[in-house]
């Protein structure tokens, strides 16, 4: 070796070890900004985790609704297609009442409507009959507005239809007539 190879080693030797490069101290200053990366990327995905339980867990509660609603509101449409037999056996029972000698039809057609009305009843159908009652928009449609000094203005003054509910929901709104205050 000539001289200046050797002074190369020399000069090596004489460097301290921090300034060399330590290369335990080198990989963990290129690990901390990798195990950054990791750490928020693992929340993230924990994030990511607990959205999806969060959203299953309200499809799973969403569905069970709907299917609670559906039991609940199946008939509604053949209730639907009922509610004109109920109107006409109504109808009959007071034509009958009105005739002479139909007394005995107007108390068997009266007997099964009741029998009719109750069925619904057990199946969470209310009948809505607001006579004499004030005039909700929600549960009573108005077909006209008749000035009556004698009632209270704004009040249901006659039944032209009966309403119908399904478990608290309206299937059906009352058909009415209203008072109207008397104009002066």
Request: avoid cysteine; hydrophobic fraction near 35%.
């Amino acid at each position: 070796m000539s001289d200046n190879d050797n002074s190369d080693t020399q000069d090596n030797e004489q460097i301290p070890e921090d300034v060399q490069g330590d290369p335990e101290t080198s990989q963990q200053d290129t690990d901390a900004p990798e195990a950054e990366g990791i750490e928020a990327e693992l929340a993230k995905t924990k994030d990511q985790l607990l959205r999806t339980i969060a959203e299953s867990e309200n499809i799973r509660r969403r569905a069970s609704r709907d299917v609670e609603n559906a039991h609940k509101f199946a008939v509604e449409k053949l209730l639907n297609d009922l509610f004109p037999v109920l109107d006409s056996l109504e109808k009959a029972v007071e034509t009958a009442n009105e005739t002479e000698g139909a007394s005995a039809i107007a108390e068997g057609v009266e007997l099964s409507l009741k029998m009719f009305v109750s069925t619904l009843e057990k199946s969470g159908v209310a009948q809505i009959d607001p006579l004499g009652e004030p005039f909700d928009p929600q549960q009573h449609e108005a077909m006209a507005m008749v000035p009556n000094p004698d009632a209270e203005p704004n009040s249901v003054m006659e039944v032209m239809q009966k309403g119908y509910s399904l478990n608290e929901r309206l299937v059906r709104a009352a058909k009415v007539i209203v008072t109207k205050a008397a104009e002066s």
